[in-house]
Each structure stands twice: as C-alpha cells, then as structure tokens.
C-alpha cells in the first residue's frame, strides 16, 4: 500500500517555496547603480551644492 | 590557454586578465608605498627637531612626495586591485572589458609619473593639499587628473563587472559581503575622482593663467576629494576584515542585514566628513558645517561602531563554534597570532578603533575642533585612521595574496610573522605622541615647529622635546615595520619559490605559507551550534561585549578630556 501524499492542493510549487519573495529593502541594497547615484547626490546636494551657495552668498569684505 | 585558472586553495574560477591587473595595480601600489616610505623617513628627522635633517624647501619637497604617494598613489592603485579582486575573482567571472582595464591602468601610471617628476624635481611644493593660490607646474595637475580619470575608469569597469556577473549567472540572490563592501567603495571612489576631476580641471587652467580659483571654492571642491578618498579607504579596509576573518579563523557574519546596513550608512553619509576641515573656516556657515559634521556623519560612525562590533564579535563566534570556548577571552589565547594576515586584522581593528576613531569623532566636533585644527592632532588621527588602520589591513591581506593570485611563497617568512608586530607598536606609539604633542598647540606641516626666527615664540610646554622624540622613536619602528613589508613582499613576488598549478598549500609545513592556507579552518556543521550551548549574559560573543564596554569608555572619556581642554582656553562667566 502506497504511503498517503503530503502535499496539498492548496500549497506552492516546491520551486516557488525554494525561492521566498526577496523584501523591498534587500532589493534597495541588491541596487548597485540606486546607491552609486544615491551617494553622489547625497554628498552632491549636501555638501558641494549647499557649500558652493554658502560662498557664492558672502559679501565681499569691505576694503581698509 | 583557458582564459581562467581554477585556483587550487579556493576552488575559485580565476579569470587570467584579473589576475594580471591585481597583480599590476598592487606591484605600482608597493612602489609608490616604498618611494612614500623613503620620505617618511626624511621627513620624520626633520620633525624630531634634535636632528632636523633637511633644509626648508627640501623638507616641504618631501611632505609633499609623501602625502601625495601614501594617501593617493599607494591607497587608490590597492584598492584598484581590491576592486578587481572582490569583483571578477570572488563573483568567478570575467573582466568584460581587458582593454579598458589596460588603459585604465595606463592612465593611472603616467598620471603619477608626471606628479612624481614635478615633485622631485621641485616644480610642486605645494603639499598634498595643494592649496590656491600655492601654485605647481601645470603637469602636476594634469598628471593628478589623469590618474583620477583611470582610477574612475576602473570604478565604471568594477560595475561593468558586477552587472556582467549578475547576467551571465555568475552569481545569484545579493553579492557577497566583501564584494558589497567594495561595491561601497567603489560608489565613494566615484564621487570622490568626481570632486578631483571638478577641482583639478580649473585648478590646472589657473597654472596656465587660463582662468581664475577661489581659493575658498577650492578648499571646499578639493577636500571633497581629499577627505573622501580616505573613506574609499574605510570602506576597502572593513570589506578586507571581513575577508582576513573569513580566510584565518573562519569568522561568521553575524547578521548580513545589519553590516549591509552599516555599509549602505557609508555609501550615504561618510563622504561629508570632508566638512571637518572646514570648520574653521569663517566662508562656511554654521548649519552647513554641523549639518555635515554632525547629524549626518555621526551615521557613518554609527556604521564604523556596527563594523568594529560586528568584525570581532564574529570572529569569537566563528572560533567559538569551533571549541575555543573557555572563558571570556580563551578564542583570543588561541588565535592564530603567528599569521600574519590574523595579526594585522586585530591591530588594525583596535587601533583604527581605539585611537583613529576616538580621535576623529571627537575632533570632528565644531567647539573642539578650534583646539585640535592644524595641530599635531590632526596628522597623530590619519596615522591611526589610514595607517594602523587601512595600510595595516592592506599588508595583512597581501599575505594571501603573494599565494593565491601571485602564486609564489612567501620570502622569508620569518620576517612575515612579525612585520605586522613592529608596525602595529611602532605606528601606536608615533600616533599616540604626535596626538599629545597636538595637545600642547604643536603645529602640523611646519618645518621649524619652535618658530625660531619668529616675532613671537609658542612657549611650548619643555614636554613637548619629550613627546616629539618619542614620536621619532615610534616612526622610525614603523617605518622598520614597513620596510620588512616591502623586502618581503618585492622578493616575494620577484624571486619567491614558484607554486605549481595545482598547488594548494593545503597541509604543507614549513613553507612560506600562511596557516589559513594550510590549515584553512575546518567548515562549520549544524551540530557545532548546538554544541555551543546557551548563552550567558553577556550574549553568545561575551568576549567582544567587554571590548566593547572598554571601547566606550575610553571613548566617553576622550570626549569629555577635550571638553576640559576647551573650558580652560574658553572661560565662561
């Protein structure tokens, strides 16, 4: 006599089970471009961009 | 021949352009270490004022020739051969573009060629800041951009290859943990050449008369190169830890979700630590500095303070699960402290930590900061940081380098096992004394520090003679330290003992191999786990929690020193 199957009708495929969604912030990291970009706009924006209109906005020092 | 080479030690599918281009990049990277290493010397006894070897101009030549090869032209060419080995040799894929990486190398080299010329022939005392309106002879600035265009040449291809591997299936789910730390590297490196190829290009029309610099927009573009290049170097140095820990005592990764954490901190906020020389500028608004220095790079000392954790406390772990379980401290008695590649990862883990990092966040604070700026402190800091820390990792992981990609033995072995001992001591206790000589208002960069023919005289504390040849005593052991680094590795990879094809090295006795080669530390079984038994109240790396507990400490107490130095300068009330 065969054993009985354990597998339901309702559960996934065994590939499916094999391979779990990856989360959203894994794929965030798993993005090497999305952090090269994230990088030169964060220190872009921050500190270039915002340092270049701080010495853009200096008044010139009056002369003696 | 087959374009790859199966590696006998790793199994690992080697492809034979990579091997050559790592081996390329970190020949030129030794070169300039020993030509960086040379001036170190020079001007070392001249700093130590009971010699003051060289005259003036010579003495600015040499700082100059020093900074410029040991903090670009050694870091940046090691870490073009980390790129191309965390990428095409861990991922066992291809270089796709053997060209690019030929020319990117090309760049690079004639780059530095025509700034070492016009600085040995004195065409560029300008120091390694090379600030306007200090000006050099055009070719140094066309050399830095060159090697600047090479060096991002060879960060488009290190992507290429990454993006290449993922499609061709090389790899499959994330990348592994030290390529991501190289991919975080490689991101800084992008935007840090972006700064020097931005500052450099109208710096160099200057030197022509072509146009006109601010000198305070260059203070601003230039350290956004010349801060960030030294955190590629953070970043390359932690992806090396976690490979040294992987490749001596089989370390584990403690939680994959929290390093890539501490690493994507990285890739978002360290490169804002260039604001810290900054702060005293009176061009730089108070938001934009505190901004910078605080609120955003306090996130990359977070991420410092998770790597520092998360380094040794899988190390434990890792020879935990492996029976080194006596006591607080029994994984440390029975580490492998002969080899050479575990030695230098544990000192440059303490003392980056310890002394490099301690010192940085704290100077990095804008009200102390206005005692420490320009000082000794400064320099006593990145000796810690780039030195002890990155130069220390990068020697420990050429120890396995000379095998596996140069496949030759190790030259006189011997010397190996304690090069990381006389570096580590020597390099702690020059940055330790150049840190207090800082303390007592020592000037970094001078050639006179007494400013002897000055109108006015310091009137430095007589402590001062003392800590300076204590610094000099320090510097001269390290700079033993690295010399036994460039004889060892220079004979090695010249006239070391050839490894045939299918050497592995696996069992081997008195050769001049490291122990994680013949003795790789056996792979980890699910019984191993349950055999640790439970945890106690410390957790499961009760020996790293205590350094840890100490690393505070001492930090908490280094903070609140300076702000007792600062209330003696600053009464209130």
Known sequence: MSEPSTTSSSEPPPARRRNPPVPRMQRLYDSPFLLLAACIVVMFVFFTAWGVFEIMSLEPAPLP | ?????????????VHRTADQLIKANAVVATVALLVGGIAALLVLLTRWEAVLLLEADMFYRMLTIHGMNMLIFFIIFFEMAVLYFASAVLLNCRIPAPKTGWVAFALMVVGTLMVEWTMWTGRADVLFTSYVPLRAH????????????????????FFAIITVARKEKAYEGSLPLVTYGALTAAAIAAVTLLHGAIIYIPTFLWSLDLMHVDAQMYRLIWWGLGHSSQQINVAAMVAIW???????????????????????????????????????????????????????????????????????????????LRGATQGLFGWLKRAPWEDPGFSSLAFSIVVFGFVGGITGVTFGTEQINIIAHNTLRIPGHFHATVVSGTAMAFMGITYYVIPLIFRREIAFYRLA??????????????SMAMTFAGTFGVPRRHWDIGFNQALFQPGFSPAVNLIIGVM?????????????YIVVTVVSVFFGKKMAADDSGLGAT?????PGITNPPRPLKPEDREALGPSGRLGPVPGTMVLVLIFLAAFIMYYFVNWMLLSFLWEVG
């Not at chain 2, 374009?3 to 199994?11: D, E, K, L, Q, V």
């Not at chain 2, 008195?510 to 490291?514: K, N, T, V």
């Open chain 2, 138 to 157: 055009p070719l140094f600035y066309l050399g830095v951009i060159l090697f600047a265009v090479g060096a991002l040449t060879v960060v488009g291809h």
């Open chain 2, 242 to 320: 976690y490979l040294l820990g992987a490749l001596t005592v089989g370390a584990v990764v403690l939680n994959e979700k929290v390093s890539r954490t501490a690493f994507v901190l990285y890739v978002l906020f360290i490169s804002m630590a260039s604001a810290h020389h900054l702060l005293v500028d009176p061009g730089m608004g108070p938001a934009w500095k505190v901004w910078n220095t605080s609120y955003f790079m306090y996130m990359a000392v977070l991420a410092s303070m998770i790597h520092g954790f998360t380094v040794p406390a899988g190390t434990e772990l890792g020879m935990r």
């Open chain 2, 1 to 13: 021949m087959s374009a790859f080479r199966t590696c006998p030690t790793t199994g690992l599918q």
């Open chain 2, 510 to 514: 008195g050769r001049g191999l490291p």
């Open chain 2, 417 to 430: 096992k304690i090069q990381p001992y006389v570096f580590a001591i020597g390099m702690l206790i020059f």
């Open chain 2, 472 to 484: 000099a005593v320090g510097g001269l052991i390290a700079i033993v330290g690295g010399a036994i």
